[in-house]
């Protein structure tokens, strides 16, 4: 992952992002060379040769002329380079002169602070700088995780690149299976508001009508889980007052010498009493049997069970729940002590973005055995039905605004530290160029908090008597109120003292 960017390093890519983004070749001349760690630096050169021989058909005299000047000087210093530096390299060159017809090639190679990844090579109207953009934007990263119970992707987000570090797989049989105890989509179940609802259109958390043994009457219960198939075997079961289609196994709640007992569906026979939601009773007087594709539900319940048009059914999942719900903990465990491997002992992880589906992913929180280190970095959780590649693309997405959130959090405390020191400890602080300054020079300064509307040649200045001190030295953006609020102050230079001053 590489060392964190000094301060000085960092003022350093910028300014040389800066002025090369600030270079517009007439035509495509601007070459970019980007060599990367552990590359074999003899093998760039002998393309860049190769590339010289394809850049004499350019039909422009003018741009062919300062091309092949370019990729010239780019393999002269190469050809003084006995290897590829620790990190990579980053070659520019190219004709800037402002005047037409004038040759002013002008080379610029630069080892990055962190491992370049990328290789390429490209005349342009452009230098091709994104790569050192995204570096020099990289200061902390982001762990990564979307889980259901069949697999979950452990990954980083360094920047705005998205890094898979590892795929696991669970075993666990699929949710669609669910024991195949399914009932139709359309089968109408009851919420707690009155209103009626199909099987298919329950959500995770909503309360519908079902029965307490314990207490033996109609309550309501939340659903907790949902389970849909396509069942080729289904039966139609009709009472005096309803029908109910269902898959053969699917587990019915019936009287028998006015004790409840438990059917599956193809054991049913007619005069069988199915319970109705008034807790009377509704005898079997049909059972037909069909064949053909249709689409089927089940779900979870925290009885255990629930009414389907009107007739009491079994919490169907739950003997499926229990054969999976092993496999699922000791799955969730196995992820959590793959995470501790990733992120335990990464200095550089600002937190850590959680995503899967409802409820997979908060079981995983409350069963997993995340160490609370972890635990204490996850700064969101968020509903994503992938848990692939594109499910972590998705998690960062949705969690733009949390990362942004932490950005600004990390920026306030720091900013409010100052202002309570200098409310509560003047003699503590200091602000403004010159008494700044001073504190610097008699190595006073403990943290010093520059703004980035501050002059860059200033900046620079500042940042160097700190570093001469040993001072923590911290950038103060202006798109917030509290960065404004220190630019006014301040006029861009505030510092936290080690000491006071006389």
Known sequence: MGDKIETKERQELEELIELLGSIKGRHTELVSVLIPSGANVNATTRQLEGEKSTASNIKSTATRKNVIAALEMIIRELKLIKETPKNGLAIYAGNISEKEGQQD??????????????????????????????????????????IDRQQAMIGLLEG???????????????????????LSSDSLIMKDNGRLIKLENIKVGTMIQAFSKAKNKVKYTKCLRIWNKEDKKILEIKTKKRTIISSPEHKFFLYKNKVIIEKEAIDLILGDKLIDSKLNEDPIVRINNSKGNMDMFDIETECGNFFANGVLV??????????????????????????????????????????????TKEDFLDEGQLVTKL????????????????????????????????ELIKEKEIIERFFDTLGKKRSLAAYGEKDVRVALERGAVNVLLISKNLDKSKTKEFEKLAENIGSQVIIISHENQDGEQFWNLTKGIGAILRFALE
């Not at 995204?134 to 762990?143: N, R, T």
């Open 314 to 359: 079994h919490n169907s999942s739950q003997r499926f729940h229990r054969i999976t719900e092993g496999l699922a903990k000791d799955f969730f465990r196995r992820v959590a002590e793959e995470m501790k491997k990733n992120f335990f002992d990464m200095d550089k992880l600002k937190g850590i973005l959680v995503g899967g589906p409802i409820p």
């Open 375 to 406: 635990k204490e970095k996850i700064i969101a959780v968020k509903d994503i039905g992938y848990v692939d590649e594109h499910g972590l693309e998705l998690l960062v997405e949705e969690s733009q605004g949390d990362i942004a959130e932490q």
């Open 105 to 146: 090639i002008q080379i610029w190679m630069y080892e990055p602070p962190r491992a370049l990844n990328v290789k390429l090579y490209r005349c342009d109207q452009e230098f091709v700088i994104e790569p050192l953009e995204e570096m020099a934007g990289i200061e902390e990263v982001f762990g990564l995780l979307v």
């Open 160 to 182: 705005k690149r998205i890094k898979v570090l590892q795929k696991l797989t669970s075993g666990v049989p699929g949710k669609v299976r669910a024991g195949g105890q399914c």
